[in-house]
Each structure stands twice: as C-alpha cells, then as structure tokens.
C-alpha cells in the first residue's frame, strides 16, 4: 500500500484532532484499523465527512430499509442523486426533497438559497429540466425573537435563488411552533422532467477515462457543512457563518443549461453534483457505482482562493460545481460547450483500475484509500429506541364547545397556522415557465408537462403536532395526507421522497419518534402503492438538549392524464350541493380547534384509516376524471368549517350550510379533524352520486348549497365571505410588517 | 411575422415568449445568442424576462452591453418593432431605446401576482387587437419593476402618449392601491417616439393560453402579428 504522506506532515493526525472532526474514540479507531496507518490530515477530514451523520445516515440506514421504494412506475428508486418515475409517453419526473436546516438558522438567506440550488442539481444531474421547486417550512412562534428576521430571510433567499434561475416556485408549507424556535427547518423540494430514455446516473464505469470539473471555482465556503449538519447547536450557532455557503443562482442557471446541452449528446458516463462534503462525496460515489478508483490532481481543480489546501480543496462546499466522467474524447465537445455558457471546465483527474482514491497536490500524495472503504465503511448503528405509549383518543363530548362559533372560526381562519401564505409565495415567481395550471393557495400545485395535455401535481405535507402525539399515527398521516392533496386535484399520487427532520437520535426517545413515524409511513406508502424514491435525513436538530417535534415532511407527486379534468378548491357557480364524502367521528384531539381555541394539545392525534382513505380517495378521483365535480377540497387542518371557508374564499361565492341532525356535538362536526375526507361540489347529480359512494362503502352527506356572499351555518351564525377573506389575508403581512 | 428572441445568459422567458409568439403566429421565432453579432432579418425583435448575466450590477444593465445589442439598437432605428419585457424592459432603459429606469420594487420586495392594466392607447403595432380603455389581466414577476423618470420626460412620457399601460382596479381606476411597485403614475409600460418599441413590466406571454388562467396577454402577440405580417 503506498502510503500518503501529507504535505502539513506538521499537523499530525492525534484522537484529539479526530474528536474535532466529530469522530468518536470508537470511530477514530475504526478508521486506524482500516488504513493500518495515522490517516493524513486531508484523509482524516474526509473520513470525517463521509462518517458525518448527513453523509453516512448511520443512524438512520437500518430504518429506512423499511420503506417500500419498488412500485410499476419506479424508475429509480433512493440512492442515486433523485428518484425517478415514469409519467408514461417516456416522460419521467425525477424528484427530492432536502433539508437546509441548520445553515438556515445561522444564516437564513444564503442558507435557504443554497438549499434551493442544491436540491436543483440532484434533479438536473439525472438529466430532468427542474419544473417546479416546492418547500416545506417551521419557524419559531411567532414571538419568538428571531422568528420575523427567519422567515424574512429564508423566504427571500428561495425567492432569490428559485427566481433568478427561472424554474416557478409553486407550493409548500409553513409553520410556527414554539419547538422550532432555535432550530429552523427548511426543506426545499425539486420535481424535474426527462425522458425516460435519457435518465443519467452518476455511476462512473470504466476505467482511464477522463474526470471533469465544471461549474463554479472553489473556494473555503462550506468546508465542514455537512458535520456542522450532523451536530446539535449549544447557543453558538452564529459562529457557525463561515460554515454556510453562498449561492450564485446565476450561475446555477447556466450549469442548467449546459449540462442539458451536453446531455442532449452521449459524452456523459457519469455525473454527480457536488453538494455535502463537495468534491469528496462526489468522487467517491461515482467510483463506488462504478466499481472503479479514481485519480485526482487537485492543482488542476479551478479555485477563486489562493494556497488552498488539500483538505480545504477536498472539503469546500462551494456551490454551482458538478463533477462528470465523459466518453475518451468528449471532453473536446464538452468543453466547448461549458466555455460557451461560461463556465469553468477542468480535467482533474481519471478512473483507474485501482479502486483507490488517490488525491495528488503540488507532487505528494495527499489522500490515497480504497474507494469501497470509503464508501461503504461507515459505522452503522442501531440506536436504543424508546417509544411512548399513544395517548387515550378524547371523545368529542369531553372536549368543550366555543363561547361563540363565529369567533372561533374567525380565530382559527386569522391564526399564524391557517392564514394565507399569499405574503411568502407572492415573492416567488411561481408561473416561470409558463406551465402552472395550478398556482400556490390549493391542495397541491400543478404543472403542465411541457407541450402535452398532462399534469404534474406536487405537495409537500406533514402534521408534526400528531406526530409529536403519536409518531406512528403522524408518520401514517403524513403520507395520507400528501395522498389525499394530490388526489383533491384529480391526480394520480405516484411516489413521495422524504426529509425527516428529527432531534438528536442518540437519545431514546427521539430515536423512538423517527422509529415510529417511519413505521406509520411506511405503512401507509404500502397501503397506497405510493413507494419512497428519494429522500434525506436530517438529525441532531435540537439545541441545549431541546429537541424540534418529529417532523417527517412528505412531499408527493401525481400524474394527471388529461388536464381538462383537473380540480381546484374555488367554488365555481351557484347553486351547486356541496358533499362530504368520508366518516364523521369528530376527533379533536391534537385539533386546531384545540390548540387555537382551548389553547390546549391533548390526547391522540386523529387516527387514519388506510383502507377508507384509499376507497375514498379513489372514488373521488373518479369523479374528477369523469367530470362530476366541480370543486374539490380536502379536509384537513382545521376540520370542515374551515375547509369550507377555504373554498369560499377562493371563489368569493358563499355557502349555505344543511342542518347537522346527527349524533355528535356540533363544534366537533365543524371542528373535528377526522382524516380520509374530501368537500365536494355538483353542478347536478347529487342523489346519483351520493348512492354511488354509499355503495362503494363511502359515508356522504349533504354539507349545503353555494351561493350568496356569505357561509350561513344557521340565521343566527353567519360570516360575510368578504370579512373572511379580510382576515385570513390579514395575519401574516400585518406579522411581517411590525419587524 | 419573422420573430427573433435574443437569449441572453440568465434569460429565463426566453422560452415562454417564443410558444406565445408561436400560438398567435404557427411560426416559431428564431432564438439569437447574445454574443451574435447581429439579429437575422426579423419583423420583431424580443428582449425576455429573466435574470441576465444575474443581474449583479443593475437589472439590464450588463446586457445592455452585450455584443447582440449594438444591432438591436441598429435595427430599431431602421423601424424594426422591438418587444422587452421585464428584464427587457429594463434592458431597453439600460440601452436608452426608453426612457426613465426601473428602479427597486418600493415594497422592496420580489412580487409575482396578477395584476390589473389599463390599455392607454390601441393605435399601436403592440395593442390594436385591445382597445383604448381596456382592463386587462397580466401576472408581474419582478423585484425592481419600480418606474421612474425625471419631470421633464414624465412629462414629454405623457403629452406625447407614450404611457403604453397603467397598473389600476378591475374597474380601470388608477391609484396608489393599485399600483404594485412604486412606478410613478401607474407606469407599467412605455413607448419610444417612433412608437414601435414597447417595453413592460408585466408578462403577456404568461396569461396567453387559457389553460394557465386568461388570454388576456394573447393581444400583444396578436396585434404583432395583425401589423407585422
């Protein structure tokens, strides 16, 4: 074995240096025993990143096997930079969904941005054109003191990015809750397009071919993200800056561009994005699919610093950086291609039969390790898991009515968690491309696939206080609640990917909530056909020992056949008869109703029926394809009234509500948040309809008639649709404004 | 009508623009690299939307430079009709073909929406399909879409009809409500003198297919192609 020596041959390799890396004393043996030597320093750093909980998901990998990921339309599944999935006609949606936390928290707009730019590259490395970025959102309560200067930062900063580089901004979700008060969650998602026959994978087969640098230059930005992303904050997250990296959307829009350019060709063999650990994960990863080593001579690598090290060089999570291993004799073709849009093209290094890394610098060998070691080494472990027992569900009599139903509604409609997001997606261009046929405000967003009549829907959705009650039940919710967004559109839900945003899994009881909300999804991803494709886990989100809620977040696509039978939630005419279709047990446990009105977070959180959520789903479903329908909304948040005033709101046409003469108290039935349930509205057809669903073993009931400009729930309780409106635009700019 | 898009880096409308221009005339227009010395016989030249060279000095105002945009200039003194739209717009200021700048959105924040135009004028290549008066539908998408000039060309703006369209209500009324970014007097576009290059801050080419919401934006394309061909 040839030994590397490290030209900072000074700076030994001690335990103690290792510790810092984040290493433990286990680990760092490890590590002695497989290279049979001190590691240098630049291989120490490496290790340490490939180890990292963000790289490695050590503490995750063992869980994660129990998601189903094969399904008939999976054309890749997780461990490629996204997952694939066949839209039919050899159209292909290839998707992800990642977490940007805590350089997020440290520094908000560079942070979420980055987080865009990163997520874009997994999607356009495999070949797909992004179409649409989604992201899901938790801030801090609103009064917490950072939270305005947060979300004022993380919104413009995936405005900035996502805007500049032209791909529309269409859909997520935001939340406030004291839990994330010192440590953020910003989960971006990206859907792509491509054609089924023109998918690339960033396996690097073959050897004594050429390894290719394009993209931005390198520089000290980053280095140690990803360890920074694998250790809980402890009141010194803002000496963390120089950790977080800075976007060049711009550039980003140019690396789109010409690596489709490129694409277009066959020059490529494998490409992979430079994100977590940079050049090392990268290379490492091509080679490991490859089954091949790789040789790099990183003076060739362009750099916009001076006197970088090795190991700054190795580790440096610039940006806007992609790595490929062309055709011998492309890199002609390539290069020209790359200097057309502008951009840096270097060849660093080749694939060799060796199946070693082998890093060189101004003559010595810096790094020079098995790539399988590297790839493959990493610790692997099954945490203590403890998972508390559910709590009791409450039934709906013990939970106590409103002084007034007007007010509560109103309350609930003007609360920082179900007002108008209109002040966050506004400054996001969400109709770039000129493809969205369904903007941000719905159940899920829709995009045109470019020059066909199909639809693309996505969302992003996760109830944390249910998993906080219940991880299996929330992480069950989570996916049916994806599931049933994307059905409301009269879409077809293929395939979700994942950010699991957890605290630190070295203690039980958090490590019992990713166990359980894992169970609860991969249950549900089972009883829907609906496979995990692509996904990223984010651990150690806690600070001084205080953990974030258990938040799963799901984001969901869809593939709508035709798009002239596509739905939204806006009302559409008078006159029509509104249905409910789906149980009625008016659970309020873990309710809004609950927490915004009794200012309480008790018992169990509403449980899902995976059975009747699919017989339910799919039943509407059929509706929206046969052009029943001409108004879908599903019920969630909030329960029925809310939902209600939602469709409203969106159409300006009023509701006047049916008589409720069943058993339950009222303000469970307005309130309630049963899941599996969908507001429906018919033009006509109404008994036809409802016969069909009782005999598909659907309970529907009429809700009411539209019309007028108010939603009537009796002649004493009434609320002008205007006033409505009013106040659920009203929270978040009257929020933002007071900064 | 021969239609050419310039393309520069960071366009990102460059696209959009050419399936509108394509729906309203079933030709597609001829797509020219910024570095291009010159654009290919055309009856339209369209500056896009988008973020050109990333817009990191001032919106427009690399772009203004690029090499295609000697010829640009050149081809609008001849009487070539020229379309900028957003960054285009703020291109076209940057190059002086129009007057005044776009200066940053006094919400100073990025802002996408629907918004409401009041058609100025329907004597012009660009709006003869609209007419005077009009109130039509049209998303914006932009962070500096902020109109402003000094008195004297406000007001040489306004005696000489060259206000193309205004920001206002759904019942054509003109206000601070209804004004999304600041621009001085509702501004959302202008004319040159000649009349035959329009620049605007909305985007047409995205409400000209009714299955993204309106067609309203279809009219510019049409009246274009009415004139042009």
Redesign the interface.
Same mark, same amino acid.
């Given at each position: 074995m040839a030994t590397a020596q490290s030209s900072q041959s000074a700076l030994r390799v001690t335990p103690e240096l290792a510790s810092e890396h984040g290493l433990t004393g286990d680990e760092y043996d490890h590590l002695l025993d497989i290279l049979g030597r001190e590691p240098t320093l630049t291989e120490l750093g490496i290790f340490s990143v490939m180890w990292s909980e963000h790289c490695s998901y050590k503490s995750s990998k063992f869980w994660l096997r129990q998601l189903p990921t094969a399904g008939e339309r999976v054309i890749q599944g997780p461990g490629e930079n996204a997952g694939v999935v066949d839209l039919g006609d050899g159209d292909a949606a290839v998707f992800k969904m990642e977490s940007h936390n805590h350089p997020s928290f440290i520094e908000p707009y560079q942070g979420a941005a980055t987080g865009v730019g990163g997520i874009m590259r997994d999607v356009f490395t495999m070949g797909a054109r992004p179409v649409a970025n989604l992201n899901a959102l938790r801030f801090g309560a609103p009064g917490h003191e950072k939270t305005r200067h947060l979300v004022a930062g993380v919104v413009?900063g995936i @405005?900035?990015y996502g805007?500049?580089?032209?791909v529309p901004t269409v859909g997520g979700e935001v939340n406030f809750d004291a839990g994330y008060n010192n440590n953020i969650l910003v989960n971006a998602m990206c859907v792509g397009l491509a054609r089924t026959d023109k998918i690339f994978y960033a396996a690097a087969s073959g050897t004594d071919l050429p390894v290719v640098y394009v993209g931005s230059k390198t520089g000290r930005d980053g280095i140690h993200g990803a360890t920074m992303a694998s250790a809980e904050f402890s009141g010194d997250a803002d000496e963390k800056r120089p950790t977080v990296q800075v976007g060049?959307?711009? /550039?980003e829009?140019?690396l789109i561009e010409a690596c489709l350019e490129l694409m277009a060709g066959d020059a490529i063999i494998g490409i992979q994005d430079m994100g977590a650990a940079g050049l090392t994960c990268s290379s490492v990863e091509m080679a490991d699919k490859g089954g091949v080593g790789i040789e790099l001579d990183i003076d060739r690598v362009p750099a916009r610093e001076e006197a970088m090290t090795a190991y700054e060089m190795m580790l440096s999570e610039s940006q806007e950086r992609m790595v490929m291993v062309l055709k011998p004799g492309a890199e002609k073709q390539a290069q020209a291609i790359f200097e057309k849009? @502008?951009l840096d093209f270097a060849v660093v290094g080749r694939t060799t039969d060796t199946g070693r890394l082998v890093v060189r610098h101004k003559g010595q060998v810096e790094v020079d390790v098995p790539v399988d070691v590297l790839a493959n080494s990493a610790p692997e472990y099954k945490r203590a898991w403890k998972l508390a027992d559910p709590p009791a569900v409450i039934p709906p009599e013990e939970v106590p009515g409103p002084e007034s139903l007007t007010d509560a509604l109103e309350t609930l409609l003007g609360s920082s968690h179900l007002c108008s997001r209109r002040w966050v997606?506004?400054?996001?261009?969400? *109709?770039? *491309?000129?493809? /969205?046929?369904q903007?941000p405000g719905g159940d899920a967003a829709v995009v045109?696939v470019h020059g066909t009549s199909k639809g693309l829907a996505a969302s992003a959705d996760v109830t944390p206080r249910y998993c906080t009650a219940d991880p299996r039940e929330g992480g069950k919710q989570a996916v049916a609640e994806v599931w049933r967004n994307l059905t409301a559109t009269g879409a077809l839900p293929l395939a979700i990917t994942d950010c699991l945003n957890f605290g630190n899994p070295e203690r039980p009881e958090v490590m019992g909530q990713f166990v359980g909300c894992i169970e609860g999804m991969a249950e549900a991803c089972r009883a829907f056909d609906f496979p995990v494709v692509s996904g990223n886990v984010s651990l150690y989100n806690e600070t001084d020992g205080k953990a974030i809620p258990p938040t799963p977040a799901i984001g969901g696509i869809g593939l709508i056949p035709d798009?002239d039978a596509m739905a939204t939630i806006a009302l559409k005419a008078e006159g029509e008869t509104l249905l409910l279709l789906g149980s009625e047990r008016g659970h309020l446990g873990q309710s809004l109703y609950m927490r915004e009105i009794l200012d309480q977070a008790r018992g169990a959180p509403p449980p899902v029926d995976l059975e009747a959520e699919r017989r339910t789903g799919d039943f509407v479903r059929g509706l929206i394809g046969e052009g029943s329908v001409t108004a879908v909304h599903d019920v969630s948040d909030g329960g029925l009234l809310v939902a209600l005033a939602e469709m409203a709101i969106a159409s300006g046409i009023g509701v006047a509500m049916a008589a409720y003469g069943g058993p339950l108290p009222l303000h469970a039935v307005l309130f309630g948040e049963d899941q599996g349930r969908y507001l429906i509205s018919l033009a006509e057809g109404e008994d036809e309809i409802i016969s069909r669903a009782m005999a598909a073993g659907i309970p529907a009931r009429t809700i009411g008639h539209t019309g007028g400009d108010e939603l009537r729930l009796s002649d004493e309780v009434f609320w002008p649709i205007q006033q409505l409106k009013d106040l659920h635009e009203a929270w978040l700019p009257d929020y933002m404004k007071s900064i | 009508m021969k239609a050419a898009v310039v393309v520069f880096? @960071?366009s990102?409308?460059d696209?959009?623009v050419a399936?509108?221009l394509e729906a309203a005339s079933g030709a597609a227009p001829n797509m020219v690299w910024h570095g291009a010395s010159e654009v290919p016989d055309s009856d339209l030249i369209v500056l896009p939307?988008?973020?050109s060279?990333?817009?990191?000095l001032r919106s427009g105002a690399m772009a203004a430079h690029s090499p295609i945009m000697r010829d640009v200039v050149k081809k609008a003194g001849d009487g070539v009709a020229v379309l900028g739209i957003c960054n285009g717009f703020q291109v076209l200021t940057e190059t002086g073909l129009l007057p005044g700048v776009l200066m940053r959105n006094a919400s100073l924040?990025?802002?996408?929406?629907d918004v409401r135009l009041r058609v100025e004028r329907d004597d012009t290549i660009f709006a003869a399909d609209y007419r005077t008066g009009d109130v039509i539908t049209i998303?914006i998408?932009h962070?500096d879409g902020n109109y402003f000039a000094d008195p004297e060309t406000l007001d040489e703006l306004e005696d000489s009809g060259r206000v193309a369209f205004r920001y206002c209500d759904q019942a054509g009324t003109v206000s601070a409500e209804t004004n999304p970014n600041g621009s001085q007097s509702n501004i959302a576009g202008v004319y040159d003198k000649s009349g035959r290059v329009l620049g605007l801050m909305p985007?047409p080419?995205?409400l000209a297919?009714a299955?993204? @919401?309106g067609t309203d934006g279809a009219g510019v394309f049409t009246s274009l192609l009415g004139a042009l061909n």
């Open positions: 413009a @405005g900035g805007n500049c580089v032209g060049d959307p711009f /550039t829009k140019l849009w @502008g997606w506004e400054q996001y261009d969400h *109709m770039v *491309m000129a493809d /969205t046929v903007r045109r798009l | 880096p @960071g990102n409308c696209r959009d399936v509108a939307g988008g973020f060279y990333g817009d990191y924040k990025f802002v996408c929406r998303p998408a962070h985007h080419e995205r297919d299955a993204l @919401g």
